[in-house]
């Protein structure tokens, strides 16, 4: 499994990426997910690729715990926008056995993720359970209020 590494490469290739989502172009299931820091109080913007499962959204971390994710875990939600469009969410963080299907259709939908996975979409739930501790996945609630 690869180490995600935030090179100058690859914050250009988010920053342009952001751009198109920010502009509403792009993969239906791309966002632009803000949370706030945990210890600055700031807004922090990463694009994120949501999964579309039996009716409800999920976000996942292909690259494992990244600072979006703490943030997200100390607030308990997040907001996502894409073109004009921004949505509050609650988020809840789901369980190995729940997970392992989201990371499934995740790894299936976001090829270019696969080398930071040690499962493939060929292998059996148990190794996508075993996945869920270094990808964390969160269940979508609309924010009331």
């Not at 715990?65 to 939600?77: E, I, Q, S, Y």
């Not at 996502?80 to 969410?89: F, H, I, K, S, Y």
């Not at 609650?90 to 993720?113: C, F, G, P, S």
């Amino acid at each position: 499994m690869a180490t995600y590494d935030l090179s100058t490469s690859r914050r250009f290739v988010n920053r342009a990426f952001g751009l198109l989502v920010r502009l509403g172009i792009g993969p239906s299931n791309a966002h632009l997910l803000t949370t706030i820091g945990r210890k600055t109080g700031q807004p922090r913007t990463a694009p994120v690729a949501l999964v579309e499962r039996h009716g409800e959204g999920w976000l996942v971390s292909p690259y494992g715990t990244r600072p979006w994710v703490l943030n997200a875990r100390a607030a308990g939600r997040v907001e996502l926008r894409r073109g004009r469009t921004r949505t509050e969410w609650n988020i809840e963080e789901t369980d190995a056995t729940t997970a392992a299907a989201v990371l499934r259709q995740y790894l299936a939908e976001n090829k270019i993720t696969a080398p930071y996975f040690d499962a493939t979409t060929e292998d059996g739930d148990s190794a996508f359970e075993a996945e869920a501790s270094r990808h964390p996945v969160f269940r979508l609630r609309p924010a009331v209020g």
